[in-house]
Each structure stands twice: as structure tokens, then as C-alpha cells.
């Protein structure tokens, strides 16, 4: 999986993606952000939204994503931006709240990956602090089944050759994808390749229940709606167990 070029016209291909929403389950849903530490922070549409709650520690795995959001977020006391790697961040300090949205652990393509990551969740969860995730799942993925699919706007067009594999629940993205060129008025073209794997929710549990996090809750995307087995993207909240 490589942003290299894709993170040039992520923002500009994302349309269909709500941070708004988004942001406003998780108003819904937490009392109280204290320090947030937001996983896979791509961009940094989120997190633009996010530091109206309190100081936001964001990672992401890929530099070309970390550095348009520098330019995006520009100089704020209350934003740290790293490089890290969902599998094996380390930090040095715990946080009230940690997030993990737009389908972000499902690049981790093995389950000991993912138990990898919710185990230093757990680790940089303070007592009492909330971890809220999302997943794609099967039920999606299937639906995407062997698709193409198209996006895009002025500035970019981009074009997902999809593949599902039942067997292994991989989901493979071909991506081919234009972007102008504002100084010489032409579009180049790049391509990527991007696989994902999809977690349904019993994996997802048995997987919390061994990193030492409780779920609370499982829904239907981003509203207060149990997850169903048709279900397409799953939200998770979670906390670290008592006896932890």
C-alpha cells in the first residue's frame, strides 16, 4: 500500500467521505475528549475538527498524507504530527481518547496485525478512555464485488479496478489516477495498488478481548444503529478492561 500519489488528490477524490458526520457521532458519543490520540490521521480533515476538543496527537504511516496535512493545519500549539505505524506506534503519554476511521486497519491484512495494533491501543489508553474505530466488512466488500469505479473533480479522476477474494477476505484496489498539473495545464498520470482485508465483528471481539479492551458498542456507521449483518462499515466502541 503506498500514498505517494494519491495523497495529492485525496482530499480532492473524498468527496463522499462526511468528516462532518463523523465528527458529530463522535460528539454524541463522548463526554469527554481530554488529549486525543487520532490513528491514521491521513490528511488531517479530521483532525482540523478534532483540536476543537482538546490537544490531538495524530500518526500516520505515509509522509506524502503527513505533509499535506502540515500545509492544511498550518502551525498549532494543540496538533502534533508524527509518523508511526499502527502496528507498533509508541508514545509517551496516554490519551482519553483514541480514534481510527476511514477504513484505516483494514490495511492491516493479517489478524495478528490488528491484535498488534489494539494491543498498543491498549497500552496508550488512559482508565476510564474510549477507543472508536471502523472497519469495512465482508458484506461490502462483496458488494463491490469486481467493479470499477469512478471519482472526480476538477483537479483529479481517479479509477478503482476492484477485486474481492473470498478465500482470504482481500480486497484488492487498482488505481489509476489523473491530476492536473496547475503550472502546465496537462494531467499526469499515475497508478497504485492498495489491498485491504475485511473484519467482521465476532473477529473484531475476539481480537479486543485479547489486547485487554471491552467493546461497548458495535454500529451501523456513524449513528447510533446496531450493526446488522448487512452492515458496511462497522463502528466500534471500546474500552480497556478493568482488570487490565
Not at 86 to 98: A, C, D, G, N
Not at 228 to 242: F, G, P, Q
Request: net charge negative; aromatic share 14%; with cysteine.
Amino acid at each position: 500500500m503506498t500514498y505517494q500519489y494519491l495523497a495529492q488528490v485525496y482530499d480532492d477524490l473524498m468527496g463522499d467521505y462526511d468528516y462532518d458526520e463523523v465528527y458529530q457521532f463522535l460528539e454524541s458519543q463522548v463526554d469527554h475528549f481530554g488529549n486525543i490520540l487520532e490513528m491514521a490521521c491521513g490528511t488531517g480533515s479530521l483532525t482540523e475538527k478534532l483540536v476543537k476538543k482538546g490537544p490531538v496527537t495524530a500518526f500516520d504511516g505515509s509522509e506524502e498524507m503527513l505533509q499535506v496535512a502540515r500545509d492544511k493545519l498550518g502551525y498549532n500549539p494543540r496538533v502534533f504530527l508524527l509518523r508511526q505505524d499502527l502496528r507498533s506506534f509508541q508514545l509517551t503519554e496516554k490519551y482519553r481518547t483514541i480514534l481510527c476511521f476511514c477504513d484505516s486497519l483494514n490495511y492491516l491484512l493479517k489478524p495478528g496485525d490488528l491484535l498488534s495494533s489494539f494491543q498498543q491501543v491498549e497500552k496508550h489508553l488512559e482508565e476510564g478512555g474510549l477507543f472508536i474505530f471502523d472497519v469495512n466488512t465482508v458484506h461490502k466488500y462483496r458488494a463491490m464485488g469486481e467493479e470499477v469505479f469512478f471519482q472526480e473533480n476538477e483537479n483529479a479522476l481517479g479509477l478503482w479496478q476492484n477485486t474481492y477474494h473470498e478465500d482470504s477476505q482481500i480486497n484488492d484496489y487498482n488505481l489509476t489516477l489523473f491530476y492536473k498539473d496547475q503550472d502546465q495545464d496537462l494531467y499526469h498520470r499515475e497508478d497504485e495498488f492498495h489491498r485491504q482485508r475485511a473484519y467482521g465483528q465476532e473477529e473484531i471481539e475476539n481480537l479486543l478481548d485479547q489486547a485487554g479492551l471491552d467493546p461497548l458498542a458495535f454500529y451501523d456507521g456513524y449513528r447510533e444503529v446496531e450493526a446488522r449483518e448487512d452492515t458496511d462499515r462497522l463502528i466500534c466502541l471500546a474500552r480497556k478492561k478493568e482488570n487490565a
